[in-house]
């Protein structure tokens, strides 16, 4: 039998160790008003512990008295308001007058204990025997003790309902955060009734030591494991809760795990009837499950249509998987934002982007090719009729200016079916599409062009269309503006860099007074900033314009 007293004043010991342990961790969180409240159950424990066991190691009777029956039961009213703050503040409580109902009858139990003349309501009898270590033998309750049991039992029981009830509503990481706290209140609570109603271990030692021993271990492993006080699980759930997008966890069987309540527009269920059951269920149309289960064989993001409420609404649908120890996957997470809005807005722009390109093809086909395809035909019309009549060189000049008509609206076709097929833009050779637009600009001005191309090494596309627009525009504010005699371009492309030239003897640009060209500028100028070129653009009244670009690739990987 002493080996029995021996062990459980050991285990008080290690039980007060723990419980200062368990204060040193909770210093940490000083700012906490849960942590607080969980501070002031440490200290009860940590003084019932050191009470019980000073009282088992006491020289005499007397003090083992002292100890065990005035100074342990100061510690021991104060179980349930502490036990009772931790788990109000835990969930959040702040009535106040609940709080002073709470202490009303533990401050009374102390005023009892701590005076010897009222001692009796709460012991009648109280007597201590020495069998190597000090115990109580012999007591018996006051009316007092068993109002306080009364009351201690109630709150026990009603901190475990509230747990009860909030773990019920959550289903996320904060679920073992409540686990372990009622796991506290339950061992509490449990040891409390065993010690009120006389049912012990060994003779004279009681239950309640045994129950803050594993509560302080629980406690300890809460703050230090599960960051009990650590608010990002807390507000992750409500952030789940609230926000917008709809999100679904399944496993790798697709059954939903968890969902959060913006998931419910989509299957027009509720949270908990969402619960194990197959996520490709909610999806009533056969191709569109089919779609989705391709989908969840591995990780995706795109834009998918959902069928609801009569109409196709879209959603912006990523799914991740979640794996243990980085290779072990256990889980997927589905997330889905609607898009309808957005997708009809860029349906709606892409459909003007489309009539705009169509209208400006159109005023091309009108401006440039049908204008030149009607000069060629009167041309040859006029060449018919009068072959016989005029003489050799004058026949000779209209049939050359005829071939450059010709000519050039075949550049400028050649040019619009580029245009309608961007994959040819893509991969064309530059020179080829310089040579294009000067066979398309020849005819549209009388003005000699010459074109000096050197491409030595392919550039990326993003450069080669840059460069291509460039001239393009360049070429266009020429004949359209310049009333130039000669026009020089020059392409030289070597590994790293680009040069483009575009000169002409016209009479200058006249920006400050032609809108279209001052557009025209700006669009190379755009041009040029997106591949991070170098644009110069000289023009001089009467003396012409001349139009640079460099690129230099290699220089910018360099740095």
């Avoid at 942590?35 to 007397?62: E, R």
């Avoid at 507000?235 to 997008?245: K, P, V």
């Avoid at 349906?347 to 003007?352: I, L, N």
């Amino acid at each position: 039998m002493l080996t029995i007293y021996s062990t459980y004043a050991s285990f008080l010991f290690a039980s007060g160790i723990l419980s200062g342990l368990l204060l040193i961790l909770l210093f940490k969180y000083k700012n906490n008003t849960t942590a607080k409240a969980l501070f002031g159950l440490g200290v009860t424990s940590l003084g019932i512990n050191l009470s019980l066991l000073v009282s088992m190691i006491s020289p005499d009777a007397q003090s083992a008295q002292l100890w065990h029956g005035n100074i342990r039961l100061i510690f021991n009213s104060f179980i349930a308001p502490a036990g009772f703050l931790f788990v109000y503040k835990f969930l959040d409580g702040k009535n106040n007058k609940l709080n002073w109902l709470v202490f009303s009858i533990p401050a009374l139990t102390l005023v009892i204990s701590l005076t010897n003349d009222l001692h009796h309501w709460l012991f009648s009898s109280y007597n201590m025997q020495w069998v190597g270590y000090y115990i109580r033998v012999d007591w018996r309750p006051g009316w007092w003790f068993v109002v306080f049991a009364i009351y201690s039992s109630v709150i026990s029981f009603g901190l475990v309902y509230l747990l009860l009830a909030w773990i019920g509503r959550t289903r996320k990481l904060p679920r073992w955060r409540g686990v372990l706290v009622i796991g506290t209140v339950f061992f509490i609570t449990i040891s409390i009734i065993f010690d009120t109603f006389g049912v012990y271990i060994a003779p004279g030692l009681l239950t309640l030591p045994i129950g803050f021993g594993l509560m302080n271990l629980f406690l300890i492993l809460g703050v230090w494991y599960l960051d009990l006080f650590d608010i990002l699980p807390i507000a992750r759930e409500t952030l789940t809760r609230y926000i917008a997008d709809g999100f679904f966890v399944v496993d790798t069987n697709n059954v939903v795990l968890d969902a959060n309540p913006a998931a419910m527009k989509l299957t027009d269920q509720s949270v908990e009837e969402m619960l194990g059951k197959d996520v490709l269920s909610f999806i009533t149309n056969p191709e569109r499950r089919e779609l989705a289960q391709r989908v969840l064989q591995g990780e995706f993001q795109g834009v998918l249509p959902f069928f609801i409420d009569g109409v196709d609404r879209f959603y912006d649908i990523v799914v991740t998987n979640i794996f243990v120890e980085q290779h072990v996957l256990v889980a997927k997470l589905i997330v889905l934002r609607d898009v309808s809005e957005l997708k009809r807005l860029q349906d709606d722009e892409s459909k003007r982007v489309a009539l705009e390109e169509r209208q400006r093809l159109a005023r091309d086909l009108h401006d440039a090719v049908s204008q030149t395809l009607f000069s060629a035909r009167l041309t040859s019309e006029m060449l018919l009729r009068q072959k016989e009549s005029l003489p050799s060189e004058t026949l000779w000049a209209r049939i050359s200016h005829f071939d450059g008509l010709v000519k050039s609206a075949l550049g400028e076709m050649r040019i619009l079916l580029l245009e309608l097929r961007p994959e040819g833009l893509v991969n064309a050779d530059l020179s080829t599409l310089i040579a294009h637009l000067v066979d398309a600009a020849s005819a549209r001005i009388e003005a000699s062009i010459q074109l000096d191309v050197k491409v030595r090494h392919a550039q990326p596309v993003d450069v080669k269309i840059a460069f291509y627009r460039i001239a393009q525009e360049a070429l266009n504010n020429i004949v359209k503006h310049s009333r130039s005699k000669n026009i020089y371009i020059q392409l030289i492309s070597d590994p790293g860099s680009m040069f483009l030239a575009v000169k002409d003897d016209g009479i200058g640009l006249q920006i400050d007074t032609n809108k279209g060209t001052k557009m025209g500028l700006e669009i190379m100028r755009e041009r040029a900033a997106g591949i991070g070129a170098v644009l110069e653009i000289i023009t001089q009244a009467g003396k012409g314009t001349r139009v640079t670009c460099l690129w230099q690739g290699a220089k910018e990987i360099t740095k």
